[in-house]
């Protein structure tokens, strides 16, 4: 059974920096492409970053360009989004996500989902 297991989650100030991890166990993970996905209360899932398969292709929201970046270890089956200069609109449980196809920002596209980590900014 697939296993996406997020991590680095936290409670940072206006300004601050996290950097959040997602290790993926039992599933091929240089074959599919990853997403990061965040979802506020009230709102609805949205797709944050993605990064294909082979990691020389990233996409991103137009509200986190230039202060999130996201990154694959494939020797290590881990993903990551580095956070930059998070402000109170960041605060949302992020999700880790495998599977993605060429609409990145859909969730519908890929199959296999972590639990989430929650990140909170404090003004």
């Known amino acids: 059974q697939v296993q996406v297991v997020e991590s680095g989650g936290g409670l940072v100030q206006a300004g601050g920096s996290l950097r959040l991890s997602c290790t993926v166990s039992r599933l091929t993970f240089d074959g599919y492409n990853m997403g990061w996905f965040r979802q506020a209360p009230g709102k609805e899932r949205e797709g944050v970053a993605a990064?294909?398969?082979?990691?020389?292709?990233?996409h991103y929201a137009d509200s986190v360009k230039g202060r999130f970046t996201i990154s694959r270890d494939t020797a290590k089956n881990e993903l990551y989004l580095q956070l930059n200069n998070l402000n109170s609109d960041d605060s949302a449980m992020y999700y880790c996500?495998?599977?993605?196809?060429?609409?990145?920002?859909?969730?519908?596209?890929?199959?296999?989902w972590g639990q989430g980590t929650q990140v909170t900014v404090s003004s």
């Open positions: 996500a495998a599977g993605g196809g060429h609409n990145w920002w859909r969730e519908k596209e890929y199959v296999y």
């Open positions: 990064v294909c398969d082979g990691g020389d292709s990233t």
